[in-house]
T-cell receptor, first 118, second 111 residues
Framework: DVKVTQSSRYLVKRTGEKVFLECVQD?????MFWYRQDPGLGLRLIYF???????EKGDIPEGYSVSREKKERFSLILESASTNQTSMYLC?????????????????FGPGTRLLVL | GNSVTQMEGPVTLSEEAFLTINCTYT??????LFWYVQYPGEGLQLLLK?????DKGSNKGFEATYRKETTSFHLEKGSVQVSDSAVYFC??????????FGKGTRLHILP
């Protein structure tokens, strides 16, 4: 089974702190993603990475950065946490696989980190 | 651009009722379609998927059929259980595309 783990289930931080959220996957997937999930807004993509040391902005990258030094690890960094970054953060990984003659990307998710910024 | 629209929740049903959660999409080309489920306190799990028109994905008693003519991928289950209470996300994706998620539909099943 694919396993995606996140370093913390719950975090409480203060405004202005630097926050690191870690994500590790054990299936040698090329692609990794960070989302935030908020009531009424669903999942919004923050950043993603298709390879080591490679990163691409998603839909809402402002206030965040990422690091992918190793294939299995994708870190999300809040440089200076703000209260509007209080949210559930979900990490996912994927690789393209041939299914029924088509290439299919299926994402596998970690359990999430619920971050509260005071 | 590509988008997914799913019915707003919450949806509340009694145990053993029939479930339908509607999902429609807008896309260029022929995307793959997914349903993900998120149980309380957990991340998302892939529930089922379909890769081309008329494909039917199924898992755990849930089914969804890829309908190209109506651009829909509605989720159905004949008899729901309390343990099916969760948030359900419809999603679409392509070969190199990011996966696009709907906003989620919360389902409550009453005993």
């Amino acid at each position: 089974d694919v396993k995606v783990t996140q370093s913390s289930r719950y975090l409480v931080k203060r405004t202005g702190e630097k926050v690191f959220l870690e994500c590790v996957q054990d299936m040698d997937h090329e692609n990794m993603f960070w989302y935030r999930q908020d009531p009424g807004l669903g999942l919004r993509l923050i950043y993603f990475s298709y390879d080591v040391k490679m990163k691409e902005k998603g839909d809402i990258p402002e206030g965040y950065s990422v690091s992918r030094e190793k294939k299995e690890r994708f870190s999300l960094i809040l440089e200076s946490a703000s209260t509007n970054q209080t949210s559930m953060y979900l990490c996912a990984s994927s690789s393209l696989a041939m299914t029924s003659g088509s290439l299919l990307e299926t994402q596998y998710f970690g359990p999430g980190t619920r971050l509260l910024v005071l | 651009g590509n988008s997914v629209t799913q019915m707003e929740g919450p949806v509340t049903l009694s145990e053993e009722a029939f479930l339908t959660i509607n999902c429609t999409y807008t896309a260029t080309g022929y995307p793959s379609l997914f349903w993900y489920v998120q149980y309380p306190g957990e991340g998302l799990q892939l529930l089922l998927k379909a890769t081309k028109a008329d494909d039917k994905g199924s898992n755990k008693g849930f089914e969804a059929t890829y309908r190209k003519e109506t651009t829909s991928f509605h989720l159905e289950k004949g008899s729901v259980q309390v343990s099916d209470s969760a948030v359900y996300f419809c999603a679409l994706g392509g070969r190199d595309d990011k996966i696009i998620f709907g906003k989620g539909t919360r389902l409550h099943i009453l005993p």
